[in-house]
């Protein structure tokens, strides 16, 4: 147990010229606020949002985010559609040529392989279809870089110019499917 303090009796040698705590109502020391210390200046401050709202609206219309309808497409998305159309409208190289000749039994065997290298049973893949797994496994292989905001084709094309040998099963998946759907991988999809 610490030593009792005694209040006094000190000489002016020992004295300290730190002051003593207090816990008392009168020794109350508070922060200084950003907040407006008068109801005047309060409502003042509330002025202009009450001035949007006219009468006819419900503040409950205007306190809603713009929420936008699932027709339309987010923002990402259709900057991804937009790199994977570019893309696609390269001329063919050697790589596609590669890619365009892989069969799906090819495909199958592909996938078994990379199957058998997981340590478990893949989770949530029934419904899915071959290519689809193909792209998602592709899409959490960190070896090839980030796969959030870029085409998948543009992320495949930028880790074999790095020579990171990127399995030229995907290129072929990427190429055989429709440019609109299926260019965002499904992290990104599921990050926005």
Known sequence: MPPARRRGGKTAATRSTQPVLSFGAKSRVTKPSAAPSTPSEKTKAHEPLAAT?????SPKETTEPNVTSPSQPHVAELAVRQQAKVETQQPLSEDDKKATKISQKQL???WKKEESKSRGPRVHHDDLSLEEKILRHFDLSSQYGPCIGIARIKRWRR???LSLNPPIEVLSVLL?????????AYIDELMS
């Open 53 to 57: 709202v006219s009468d006819t609206e």
């Open 108 to 110: 199958q065997d592909y």
């Open 159 to 161: 880790a074999e110019s």
């Open 176 to 184: 055989k499917q429709d440019t609109a759907t299926g260019q965002r």
